[in-house]
């Protein structure tokens, strides 16, 4: 009989306490075999060496070399997946966002600050981000692409579907795991001029939301924002649903708004792409340009294919530059997609959607 084998995981934190509740968390997944504890960079990257993790755990705020000098040092010198491990507070949200722009797959939250005697709240969050990790493709990751692979020409425009809508009047985009780095690639690609409103579900908790938009919009020529109740859906701005809240587009007499709801989380998450994508479906019909980008699970699968229905437009990200493949697996998986692209010709392929018609 073959024994699958284990995710080997480091444990990157300067808390002895952190350390311990960390690997008891991960230790209970029998998938998961914790095999060593760093409590600073100099062990954490002697430990690469010894002990060959296939995820690293890394704390975000240490004394000495922060977390994220030490994710640099390992991009740098040994890449391989890193999971970050992050206060709820500004400046942790802010160095999340470095981090993620540096290289980490994706992070989890300390539910009551640095040391944190309820981490079993996002236990199940850390089993399953650690879990994905050690599937994640580091190809998408920082740095981006060589000029070789930037400068091969995009794949031939696809013919429009019959049934496709043929007047686009809004752009919508589901992300989760490597989706800030993608998003990154794209926003900052397309021009200022624009033609459709924008609005993301990224899958992020709450507090780092508004971080990334401001992020975001500091590198882009359209007008980065969270999404707040009732703000005007417009064309050059881009709205980003916050953490913790369900984004929906309404139809108004002077046009589309969003709505925050606090519903339920869907497929696990809140917000999520498939509550967006359904309220799209019902103010603009299939008048809609979809784009699932990288991330775990099937969120957007089910929006994809309502909008579909309608005459919407689905560009899906191929697996070539996916730090993970769920997502728009998913839905290339059920033939939901009339365009399937490498992240570098994404920002083209929108415009060029979006100007059709």
Known sequence: MITAKKIRVLIVDDSAFMRKVIGDILSSDPSIDVVGRARNGREAMDALDSMSPDVVTLDVEMPGKSGLEVLKDIMATKPIPVVMVSSLTRQGANETMQALDSGAVDFVTKPSGTISLDMDKVGSELRRKVIAASRASLRGNAPRFSADVRNTPPPAPQARRE??????????????????????????????????????????????????????????????????????????????????????????AAGLVCRLTDTPPVRSVKPSADVLFASAAEAVGGNVLVLVLTGMGKDGLDGSRLLREKGAYVIAESRETCVIYGMPGAVTGAGLADEVLPLYSIAAGLERVAKQG
């Open 163 to 252: 049934g496709a809508a043929r007047k686009m009047e809004l752009l919508v985009i589901a992300a989760s795991t490597g989706g800030p780095m993608a998003l990154q690639e794209i926003i900052p690609g397309l021009p200022r001029e624009f033609p459709l409103p924008i609005l993301i579900v990224q899958h992020m908790p709450p507090g780092f939301t508004s971080s990334f938009a401001h992020r975001l919009n500091e590198r882009s020529q359209l007008s980065v924002m969270e999404a707040c109740d009732e703000m005007p859906v417009r064309k050059g701005a881009v709205l980003i649903a916050p953490g913790g809240y369900h984004l929906v587009v309404e139809k108004r």
